[in-house]
């Protein structure tokens, strides 16, 4: 069986992310598409 460890993103790491999304420059897919990460995730980061 193998593990999967999970990533850990520090806080200022999402603030980040998620204001760029917030000022439209890129949606939401294209970040998460530039960071390897789901979309959704951004969604809650900006929540």
């Known amino acids: ?3 999967v460890r ?3 993103f520090s806080a ?3 603030a980040k ?3 760029e999304a917030i000022r ?3 949606t939401s897919a294209e970040l998460a598409s530039r960071y390897e990460f789901r979309p959704s ?3 809650n ?3």
Do not use: N
């Open 1 to 3: 069986m193998s593990t």
């Open 24 to 26: 439209g420059e890129q």
């Open 6 to 8: 999970r990533r850990c």
């Open 45 to 47: 980061w900006k929540r």
């Open 17 to 19: 992310i998620a204001l």
């Open 41 to 43: 995730m951004i969604s």
């Open 12 to 14: 200022e790491f999402k």
